[in-house]
């Protein structure tokens, strides 16, 4: 068993997690301005990766270059395709496709991982399970290296479609809202302010 066994149903029982489903989480964050390279890349790779459709394109035409754009803002880590096994034995093994890290080490992933993002080639909804179990590795790994964060981020992606999660004391919470690539600065927003809430 690993991430990508997991459904909304299996991770809620196997976690005895709580799911809220119906907040409005991240609505009010402003928008962050991009910069012009972003937006000269975004308006070019965009129509191309959703011609290709699949994971791999959207991966690496678009999300690689918003999580780029944030980097380049912040000075966060991020780590794309790492193995990122904590507890073989609850099934919280296998890769991420991408990790956030506050320390700016990029040679190794370091402490205090601030949050996962999930690609998705179909429907949103089945990667929600997957990512709230890389969520709660996230929350056992910081924990363990002596980093204790209020909250995990998340974010499952089609690269046209994000849908935002927190996972903060037990519960899971899954943004009502749904945000498209067509806004970037919202998107780029919305990372800003989960990092610096923890910051």
């Known amino acids: 068993m690993s991430y990508s066994d997991f459904t909304l149903k299996k991770v809620k029982s196997q976690f005895d997690l709580n799911i809220v489903e119906n907040e409005d989480l991240f609505s009010t964050i402003e928008e962050v301005e991009i910069s012009d390279f972003l937006s000269m890349i975004l308006k070019q790779n965009i129509p191309l990766a959703l011609a290709i459709s699949t994971e791999k394109a959207c991966s690496e035409l678009i999300i690689v270059n918003i999580i780029l754009e944030i980097k380049k803002q912040l000075n966060i880590s991020f780590f ?5 096994t904590v507890d073989k034995e609850k099934g919280l093994n296998g890769f991420c496709d991408f990790i956030i890290s506050q320390s700016p080490e990029q040679f190794f992933l370091d402490s205090p991982v601030l949050a996962v993002v999930e690609a ?13 179990a890389e969520m709660i590795a996230t929350e056992i790994y910081n924990e363990r290296e002596n980093n204790r964060i209020s909250c995990i981020y998340g974010a499952v992606t089609t690269g046209h479609a994000w849908k ?26 919305i990372f800003s302010y989960m990092i610096k809430q923890i910051a």
């Open 80 to 84: 794309s395709g790492i193995d990122f």
């Open 120 to 132: 998705k080639n179909e429907k949103i909804v089945s990667g929600l399970g997957q990512c709230i």
């Open 164 to 189: 935002f999660l927190k996972l903060e004391k037990g519960t899971a919470y899954i943004d009502i809202e749904d945000y498209y690539i067509k806004n970037p600065k919202k998107i780029i927003g």
